[in-house]
Structure formats: structure tokens, C-alpha cells
């Protein structure tokens, strides 16, 4: 099971350091889940510190660019990101993918270029409200699986993490139903097997809460959840962590 704090736009480098140290002795050492932490880029040195007696725990950038260097201003390499210490990378994230106009194709390239730099992506597909309403999820979420992993070999299937995002729950109080979540995992889980996966990751984001966290992880579609605002404090996040993990040890 994975837990994955995407913090945004948010919590600098102190701030990070005072996380760290609060969570980690809130939420202690275990082998059945893994932390993943997305800090800004220039949180991320410091993240990866305070984590370092943390074999739960890795950390990772919220986006990178496709190429290995050059004259890209503002962005970062996967090459880059790795030798500041993340193993992990989220790919197209819908703030990327609306906010900033990344394409399917872009999307893509950022998820080659994080496979054949050793770093473990984390790829974000989901729905806008609009084409929910028009009954195109499905094949929305299929377009889009489809476009950011076209070509690639099923060992790099097998190492790509997959999160469903609705972009109408992000940030918004509203979620999709756990059986709806769950339909999705299940379309995104069969195409990942197709293409070569064994036992593929999906995790649910879009206003995940403490109070949700429960009746969403009892649909064991569910491998994880990828988390925005109830992030970013040590209070909401660890007791998040910790009911997630106690409400899959305990059958419902
Ligand atoms: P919220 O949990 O704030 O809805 O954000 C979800 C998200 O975008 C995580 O990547």
C-alpha cells in the first residue's frame, strides 16, 4: 500500500525540516505501506535528508522535463531530480496537463525519460467534469494510459505507477464513490496487465481526507492514495497514514 503527500506548491525547506521531524515520530517504521513525499523541487534536498533513516519513506519531483539537458529554463531533468536524491516522479499531473497545457504526447516523452533514468513514475490520469457528464471516462483515462505508454517495454510497464485523479475531486471536498473509483482501477489495472504488468500499482487522488480514507481503501482496487491538501500538515497526514493502514489490517 502507498500513501503519496503531492505538496504543490507549498511547505519550503524549514517547514519541511519541522515536518519531517513531527511525522516521523508520529508515524512509525512499518514494512506493509510506503510513504511517498512530492515536495517542491527546492524542498526536495532537504526532504530527502530528513527522510534518510526512513526506508519507508522516498521522495520525488511533481514533474520533469523529457530532455537530458539543455536550455529549458525553469525545468528539471530526470538526470537532475535523481542527483538530488528522488527516486520517484510524478508524470502529468492535471494541474500540468490544465493549468499549464501539457499534451498526452508531452505526457508521454516525461514518462519514457523517467523510466530510462532509473526513477519510478507515477503517472496521473482522470476526467474533467465535463466529459465525466458525458459518460467519456472510460475512454478518457484509456486515451490517456494509452498515449503516456505507448512503445514502452513490459519490464518498464511493470516498474510505472498509475494514480486515477478526477480532475472535478481535486481540491474540491468531492470525491468519486469508492465503487466508482473502483470501476476505473479496475479498467486501468486490466490495460496495465495487457501491456505487460504483473502486479500493477494503482492508487485514488481527489480530496482524500482522514474521514474518507477508510471507506475508500476497503475497495481493494485500491492500492494507495495520492494526497494534496490533507498533506500538508503532520496531523492531518499521519492520521490519515494511520487509519489507511489500520483499515486494510482490519477486515470490514
Ligand atoms: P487534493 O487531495 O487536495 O484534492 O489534491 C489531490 C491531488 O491533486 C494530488 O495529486
Not at 502507498?2 to 506548491?9: E, L, R, T, V
Not at 500538508?232 to 483499515?247: N, P, Y
Amino acid at each position: 500500500m502507498i500513501f503519496a503527500a503531492n505538496w504543490k506548491m507549498n511547505i519550503g525547506p524549514s517547514e519541511a525540516r519541522r515536518f519531517a521531524k513531527a511525522f516521523v515520530e508520529a508515524v512509525p517504521l512499518q514494512s506493509r505501506r510506503e510513504i511517498w513525499f512530492f515536495p517542491s523541487a527546492v524542498t526536495l534536498t532537504t526532504t530527502v535528508k530528513a527522510f534518510r533513516d526512513r526506508p519507508d519513506i522516498r521522495c520525488g519531483v511533481q514533474d520533469v522535463h523529457w530532455a537530458p539537458d539543455g536550455a529549458f529554463t525553469g525545468a528539471i531533468s530526470v538526470a537532475l531530480a535523481a542527483a538530488s536524491g528522488a527516486t520517484l516522479a510524478l508524470v502529468g499531473h492535471s494541474e500540468r496537463r490544465h493549468l499549464f497545457g501539457e499534451s498526452d504526447d508531452e505526457t508521454g516523452k516525461k514518462v519514457r525519460a523517467v523510466l530510462e533514468g532509473g526513477l519510478t513514475p507515477l503517472l496521473c490520469v482522470g476526467e474533467t467534469l465535463e466529459e465525466r457528464e458525458r459518460g467519456d471516462t472510460m475512454a478518457v483515462v484509456l486515451r490517456q494510459l494509452e498515449m503516456a505508454l505507448a512503445g514502452l517495454e513490459p519490464e518498464q510497464i511493470r516498474r510505472t505507477v498509475v494514480a486515477y485523479e478526477p480532475v472535478w475531486a481535486i481540491g474540491t471536498g468531492r470525491t468519486a464513490t469508492p465503487e466508482d473509483a473502483a470501476r476505473v482501477h479496475a479498467l486501468i489495472r486490466a490495460s496495465l496487465v495487457d501491456w505487460g504488468a504483473t502486479t500493477p500499482k494503482v492508487l485514488y487522488g481527489g480530496s482524500v481526507k482522514p474521514d474518507n480514507i477508510v471507506s475508500l481503501l476497503a475497495q481493494h482496487e485500491l492500492d494507495g492514495v495520492l494526497v494534496g491538501g490533507a498533506s500538508l500538515t503532520t496531523a492531518t497526514w499521519s492520521s490519515l497514514v494511520a487509519k489507511g493502514v489500520e483499515a486494510r489490517l482490519t477486515p470490514q
